[in-house]
């Protein structure tokens, strides 16, 4: 993984990503539901889980590119900021109509941003060893 963070606009960029998906979600979230009944249960905690890997991963990438962080602070801040955002996410459904805020959507969302953050360093980790 990267030893020397970037700064300028070559971080902007890195950031960039997160940040536009993370308006991706908000966008998601303001919507007032599924129109459908889910075809399997609790299905929708898979979707959160998967939508903030996304999150969780491209926050991770930032990181490691532009903080001067080790690959456990990469999943930290990955992680942690999707759960974080996650949280924020069902507090702003409250006001929607036609939500509901569950804590186990967080929850999913939680081990999601985790779950990406730590592929994105496993990723990173497997591509610099090949490099030798």
Sequence with gaps: MRTRPVSGSTAILLWLPP?????????LSAGSGPAFAPPFPHIDKLEHA???AVLGFLVARAAV???PVAAVGAVFAGGLTAGL????D???????????????DAIAD??????????????AKRREAARG
Excluded: K, N
């Design 85 to 88: 955002y996650g949280v924020s």
């Design 65 to 67: 590119g532009t903080l």
């Design 110 to 123: 939680t081990i999601g941003g985790f779950a990406g953050a730590g592929a994105f360093v496993a990723i």
């Design 19 to 27: 940040i536009a998906w993370a308006g991706v979600l908000f966008a």
């Design 90 to 104: 069902e507090f702003h459904q409250s006001f929607t109509p036609g939500r509901v805020v569950e804590v186990a």
């Design 50 to 52: 998967v939508a903030f």
